[in-house]
Nanobody, 124 residues
Framework: QVQLVESGGGLVQAGGSLRLSCAASGRTFSRSTMGWFRQGPGKEREFVAALSWSDGTTHYLDSVKGRFIIFGDNPKNTVYLQMTSLKPEDTAVYYC?????????????????WGQGTQVTVSS
């Protein structure tokens, strides 16, 4: 059974940093895509970033480019989202997701497994 467990959320002031972690278990993820999504208050869940394990390709939401970095530790089956220069509009529940395909997609429907989410709150 595949499990994705996020950690690292919290409360931070605008301009601060946080690192989210997602530990994956239950299968081999070498040909998977790992993604981060977020859902702010009253908003739809949106794509934030993704990493293809097979070749290290990454893709980002335009509004987080240059501020967020997604990277992984393959032996540990863990993917991270390093978030810097955080803004109040980054406040959301952040979800880790996995897709059984090395091709990156930004649609939530393309992902097969989801974590429970971790809250990130950025105060102004």
């Amino acid at each position: 059974q595949v499990q994705l467990v996020e950690s690292g959320g919290g409360l931070v002031q605008a301009g601060g940093s946080l690192r989210l972690s997602c530990a994956a278990s239950g299968r081999t993820f070498s040909r998977s895509t790992m993604g981060w999504f977020r859902q702010g208050p009253g908003k739809e869940r949106e794509f934030v970033a993704a990493l293809s394990w097979s070749d290290g390709t990454t893709h980002y939401l335009d509004s987080v480019k240059g501020r967020f970095i997604i990277f992984g530790d393959n032996p540990k089956n863990t993917v991270y989202l390093q978030m810097t220069s955080l803004k109040p509009e980054d406040t959301a529940v952040y979800y880790c997701a996995a897709r059984n395909d090395p091709i990156i997609r930004s649609m939530r429907q393309a992902y097969d497994y989801w974590g429970q989410g971790t809250q990130v709150t950025v105060s102004s």
